[in-house]
């Protein structure tokens, strides 16, 4: 890792002193655990149709306390590299984006963490000569894709979609700043279509456990969203629904698996039995708002309303994670799998 990106992640934990934000200490504070007067008798209990497992020698450290440990960061940028592993730093890899990104000055809104993806490349990425490629980033707290971005770009971006981007502490009644890049730039962006993120790291470069957890835990997560008609593939835009990422080591492997999961602002609690296998006519499942609703459309556009981090997850904790954490935004085993997050509306972080 380059000297500017030790020194910006150094940084990174005085910017959440300032605003109306809050530190909370309490591992059930920021989420609400789930109650079984109020969400069933079973509603903490694994589920029992799973039949995916772990390697019987995937061991994990369940010792620690996990609330309240990870380092607080403003925004998160995932690049889409078409890969599940990368090398030990992604900032190391020669050429890239995320080289860029570890020597560029840090942004002036706070730490920025930086995550390769398995998010495919555009066709003209491999076109291009070495260290010229054009990929694609999300940058979060803000649902916000942005296309056509080569290493030299990575100061533009930056400065005109980083900078001015909501943050993991940006009160969600913030005025939106729409970004604006220079005239010569081929820079465009777009709103993420997916209501809500589930970030997995799958760097086994770093901890085996990461390579072997990710590919199980997306098989589940698969299994139970299909029939709500929420998944959506690496290629599929159609709006809201649940996407799920591969990405690179975000600290705690010993603590495997690592599930990162964003909610968006405009994020209705829901049940599963919300939603349906079928389609409405707009392709989004039944229960999801249709193209032209512009009711939650200034919510929307504030970008993630909370960002829940979870480890120690194993494949039969996903149905619980989706019916609940996902869909409701409250927590099964806080005590256990919690490391963190934010809540925009409550201007609350675990940090």
Request: charged residues 25%; glycine residues 8%; contains cysteine.
């Amino acid at each position: 890792m380059t000297s500017s990106l030790k020194g910006l992640v150094s940084r990174g934990a005085t910017f959440i002193k300032t605003g109306s934000f809050h530190n909370n200490k309490n591992a059930t504070g920021i989420f609400p655990a789930v109650d079984p007067e109020v969400d069933g008798p079973d509603c903490d209990k694994d589920c029992a149709s799973c039949t995916v497992r772990y390697p019987s020698k995937f061991k994990i450290d369940e010792e620690d306390e996990l609330y309240g440990h990870i380092k607080g960061w403003a925004t998160q940028v995932l690049v889409a590299t078409g890969k599940t592993d990368w090398v030990r730093d992604v900032e190391d890899e020669k050429g890239s984006v995320m080289e860029a990104f570890g020597k560029a000055a840090g942004p002036s809104n706070g730490r920025l963490m930086l995550s390769a993806s398995n998010m495919h490349t555009p066709d003209e990425y491999h076109a291009a000569p070495e260290g010229r490629q054009p990929t694609t980033i999300l940058l979060l707290p803000a649902f916000t894709v942005i296309e056509h971005v080569t290493p030299q770009d990575v100061p533009l971006v930056i400065q005109n979609y980083i900078n001015p981007a909501p943050t993991t502490t940006t009160p969600l009644t913030a005025p939106i700043t729409i970004p604006s890049p220079a005239p010569d730039s081929k820079l465009t962006s777009k709103p993420c279509p997916h209501k809500y993120l589930i970030l997995l790291c799958s760097q086994k470069t770093r901890d085996a456990r990461c390579g072997q957890s990710a590919p199980l835990l997306r098989k589940e997560f698969e299994r139970h969203l299909r029939p709500l008609g929420l998944y959506r593939d690496l290629d599929d835009e159609r709006p809201d629904g649940v996407g799920i990422y591969f990405i690179s080591h975000v600290g705690g492997h010993k603590y495997s698996a690592n599930v990162i999961i964003y909610r968006r602002a405009d994020a209705e609690t829901a049940g599963p039995s919300d939603f349906v296998a079928e389609s409405n006519g707009n392709g989004a499942a039944n229960g999801a708002a249709a193209d032209g609703d512009t009711t939650n459309a200034k919510t929307a556009e504030a970008g993630a309303g909370q960002c829940i981090w979870l480890a120690r997850v194993r494949p039969e904790d996903c149905e619980g994670i989706i019916k609940y954490t996902i869909l409701q935004g409250k927590t099964v085993k806080p005590e256990r799998q919690l490391r963190g997050g934010f809540d925009r509306e409550k201007g609350l972080t675990s940090w």
